[in-house]
Each structure stands twice: as structure tokens, then as C-alpha cells.
């Protein structure tokens, strides 16, 4: 346990009154905008003082409004990223990035170059921030934070204030930045896709409290989410990559999908989220369609749902599938459980 | 062309008003960020009285001011009389007490400025600041007065202006003495009110508006320069 927070914190009729651990990698804070977890993350890092909490990380007490400690933002060395970047618009980008580095005593000159690789920021070093794209920006930021070598990073949906093309460009920094420094992480986010391929660790709130918590693959799967999000997480190993049409194919127990990434090295294990809107159920083995993906298994449970739905729950091969069909399709195709069926999943419903 | 050039009286009227005048706005600088800080910043009780007394000498006839200023800084005054026994500083009929006057009277249009370019300095920026372990104070330094350098600009020059044209608290003040408290405004007022001063008054007009507007235009471009910095790439 490296982090432990308890807060209470009123604004007008909202209340966050929400508590958790969290060790080494990344935890995500899960849920709907006004859910409150920007306003826990805040409080992590000191911009927000809890009505009644404590806080502490490392053993050592930052916050405890009991005893009346509370430690400043800037002894705290706690990283925050931005959803909107917030770059100082009269320093470069280089300036920028050493804005950190001014406030400490450590001098570790090999993380700039080796941080500014990462990154892919080289070029931009000396820019204004004016001028740069909204991805640049918040590697940017990303980069200035890390710069100022921080204990904890905090980040407040980096990537909601970019369009799905920027979203795609930042996301595989991410996961270097997981598997190649050893700072935890906290990472604020709505969207199933980014957790599922980040979080080692899903927190989930809601109006202030917490909901739920656990592994990705048994929050995400839980009726607490979204439905439009519900369905599965399902990890699987990369087998090959198909550098021409842009796709790799990855090996799960059910069989092998196709995912529409590019530059997946083999051998890397992914976590893939199958939304049960996204996923078809045939009978026969179909023919002729532009789906990629047809996984062999049987039904194990139909879970009826509202509006005259039907969640089918599949077992392919071990690996567990949620699919979600009409009441008209369950009587047309005669779905009974225990029926071997083929379930269809579109590569491009996998993009991340 | 004869007639353009300034006797020695009137050279030393023009140098003692720049001079004055500059003092008065470097001197003032630092009161005037700390003053408009805590007006943009600070909660605190009072805080509205002393937005009132910063405007007091906007509001009050110079004349008033001076004879206030008289009153605590003359040789006798409650301030004035503390300053020379402790730090040899003597205002009265004094071009310190000319600098004193104009900077007083300034201090409220350099206030209101910087208090602007304060406020309107973006707080998210220094959160992500305090983030990357700045303090206060350093806050203040790398992020806050950066970027409102245009306002701080923007009021230097406009309590310059003021200076170079401040005449009634001064001459209530520190009187109208030549070489000494008598700025280019007093010159030009006494120039009026003697027989054949008139080139004189003139000659000394034509000075301070080409001051006035090389000021401005200084102005003009220090800002525009502040402004590129924050926005733009440097020229390469």
C-alpha cells in the first residue's frame, strides 16, 4: 500500500465521502463527469482541502484534518496532468519542461534527453506552446511532470480534451510510460477504453462514493458501468503483426482476433474490451462478411434485460463473452442455452 | 529656428521633471505590484478601505493632497520628522518631495493597472505551478509577474504621465523653487504669468508633448514585445 486516502468534501449539493488504497502501477478512478473523481484526485494532490480526511502515501501523513496536517502542493511532489494541458504560454517548450527541475535540489540530467525521446518531443523543444497541436501539448505536459521527478503521478483525464486520431497518438505513450518508469500512477477517466488498456487497478465512483473496485475485468463486466460500455475484458498474447493492412493478430483462449493496431511488438500482452453491443450471434458459420472476428462457443446463460433485450452470456473456449440481442433474434434463431453458436465481433469495434 | 532653443532655466526644468518623474515610477513600482497583488489576491478585513486609499488622490483635488503631504512629511510632519532623524531623508522643498508628489499622485492609475494584468493571469496556470513544486513566492516570480508584464508596462507608463504632468500637489508640497522643485508643468505656469513668456512657455509646451508621446510610443512598443514573447516563436 503506497497510497491511502479518505475524504469528505461538500460543494453546495454535491458530497464526496470516498476512500481508497492503492499500491505500485495504475489505478484508475472510474465514472460520469460530476461523479467527484477529479475532486478526490485534487484532493490528492493538495489543491483541494477535505472537509473531514487523511491522507497519507509512503508512511508519512500529508493530510489529516484532525490532527490539522496539511502538507502544501508543492512539498507534496505529486505529478498532475492536466485534461487541458495548462502549459506556461511565456516559457519554450524546453523552458517548460525544466520548470520542474528549478524547484528541486536532484539533478539528473539523463531523464531530459531520455524523457524528451519518450516522448517524441524533440523537435518542439524550441517552441512557444502557442503554436502546438493539442497532442503535442499534452505530451508536453506529460513530459514537464515527469521532469519534475515526482513520487505519484495524478492524471485528470489527459486525453478527453483530444479527438480519437490525438487519443491514438498519445495512448501508446501511456503504456510505455506504465511499463518503463516505476512512478504509481492515479489516472481519472471515463472511458472504458483507456482503463481497460492502462489500469492495473479500477476504483469506480459515483455521486461522490465509491461503487466499486477491483481488477478491470471484474469491474468493467459489473452492471454498475455504463450500458453502453457493458461487456468484457478479455487478455490475450500479440502472435503477429501485419505491418501492410495495419492490424496485428492476437491469440486469446477463444481463438485468434484481429485488432486494428499497428506496431504491436509479439509476444506483449494485451487487454482487449468487448462491448456486448458490438458482438453478433450467428448459428451457422458465416460466410461472406466483412467481419474479422468469429469466435466458436455456446451459450451458458440468456439474461433478459429491459426493453425487450437479451443479454446472452457465451462461453468460447474458456474465454467468457457477453453478447446483447433482441428478444425477435432469440426467437428467430431458436437460442437456447447449452446451443454451440458463432459469435461475430468486428475488428474495428476493438480500437482502443 | 532662433527662438526654439531652451535657456539654461528651462533645460533644468526639463531634466529636473524626467528625472523626477522616473524616480517617482521606479520607486513606486514595487509598492504599486505588492499593493495591486494584495487587492487582486488577498481576503483580508480592510481590504476595501485600502482600495479607497490607494484611489484617495485620484478623487481629492491635488491641492488637498500636497497640503496632506505637507502636513505628514514636512520637517514637522507625524512621518516626516521620523524619516530625517532616522534616515537623513528630508522632503520639504526638496525634488524628493517633488518625486514623492508625483509618485503619490500616480500610484492609483499604476495600481488599477497592474491590478487588471493580475487578475487577469490565469490561476490554473499557477496550480500546474505549485504542482511542479513551486511556492508562492516562486509562483509568483516565474508565472504571475511574466505574464502580466504588459499591464505592469501599460501602468509604469501611465504613472510617468501623471508625474510629468503633476503640478498641483507638488507645488503645494514642495513649492515652486528653479533648479530644485520647479518641474517643466510649475516653469511653464510661471513662464504665463510674466511679461514676455510666452516663447518661453511655448518652447516648453512643444517638450513635454514630444516626452509625453515618446513615453507612450515606448509603451506601445514594450508591450507589444511582452505580448509577441508569450505568444509567438522566437524569430529564427
Known sequence: ?352 | MEWLHLSEDEWAAVRLSVWVSTIATLVALPFGVFVAYLLARGRFWGKSVLNGLVHLPLILPPVVTGYLLLIAFGRRGVFGAYLESLFGIVFSFRWTGAALACGVMGFPLMVRSIRLSLEAVDGKLEEAAATLGANRAWVFLTVTLPLSLPGIIAGMVLAFAKAMGEFGATITFVSNIPGETQTLSAAIYTLTQVPGGDAGATRLTLVAIVISFSALMASELLAHWAGRRQHHDPVR
Open chain 1, 1 to 352: 500500500m503506497i497510497l491511502s486516502v479518505e475524504a469528505q468534501k461538500h460543494f453546495g449539493a454535491f458530497a464526496l465521502d470516498a476512500g481508497f488504497t492503492s499500491a505500485a502501477g495504475v489505478t484508475a478512478l472510474f465514472g460520469r463527469s460530476g461523479s467527484g473523481k477529479t475532486t478526490l484526485l485534487r484532493i490528492i494532490a493538495g489543491l483541494v482541502r477535505p472537509d473531514v480526511g487523511r491522507l497519507t502515501f509512503e508512511d508519512a501523513v500529508l493530510v489529516d484534518t484532525q490532527r490539522k496536517v496539511f502538507v502544501p502542493v508543492h512539498q507534496r511532489r505529486f505529478g498532475y496532468i492536466f485534461q487541458d494541458s495548462r502549459l506556461f504560454p511565456h516559457l519554450s517548450v524546453r523552458n517548460n519542461l525544466n520548470f520542474g527541475s528549478w524547484f528541486t535540489s536532484r539533478k539528473r540530467p539523463a531523464d531530459f534527453d531520455h524523457i524528451v525521446h519518450l516522448l517524441g518531443i524533440e523537435a518542439l523543444l524550441d517552441r512557444k506552446p502557442h503554436g502546438l497541436s493539442g497532442g503535442e501539448r499534452q505530451r508536453v505536459a506529460i513530459g514537464r511532470a515527469l521532469l519534475a521527478s515526482p513520487r505519484l503521478l495524478l492524471m485528470d483525464e489527459p486525453l478527453a480534451a483530444l479527438d480519437d486520431a490525438r487519443k491514438s497518438e498519445i495512448l501508446p505513450y501511456l503504456e510505455k510510460l506504465r511499463d518503463e518508469m516505476k512512478t504509481p500512477m492515479i489516472y481519472v477517466s471515463h472511458s472504458v477504453a483507456e482503463v481497460t488498456r492502462l489500469a492495473d487497478r479500477v476504483i469506480v465512483l459515483a455521486d461522490g462514493k465509491i461503487e466499486a473496485a477491483g481488477s478491470p475485468a471484474e469491474v468493467l463486466a459489473s452492471p454498475s458501468i455504463d450500458q453502453r460500455d457493458t461487456g468484457v475484458i478479455i487478455s490475450g498474447t500479440v502472435a503477429s503483426a501485419d505491418a501492410q493492412h495495419r492490424v496485428s493478430h492476437v491469440t486469446l483462449r477463444a481463438g485468434e482476433v484481429i485488432l486494428p493496431a499497428a506496431g504491436l511488438e509479439r509476444g506483449r500482452r494485451v487487454n482487449i474490451h468487448i462491448a456486448e453491443r458490438d458482438v453478433l450471434v450467428a448459428v451457422q458459420q458465416p460466410e461472406g462478411l466483412s467481419a474479422l472476428n468469429i469466435l466458436e462457443g455456446y451459450i451458458i446463460t440468456l439474461e433478459p434485460q429491459r426493453e425487450g433485450t437479451v443479454r446472452v452470456r457465451i462461453d468460447a473456449k474458456g474465454d467468457i463473452l457477453l453478447a446483447r440481442v433482441t428478444t425477435l433474434s432469440v426467437d428467430r434463431l431458436g437460442l437456447t442455452v447449452g446451443r454451440p453458436i458463432f459469435a461475430v465481433i468486428k475488428a474495428m469495434a476493438l480500437i482502443h
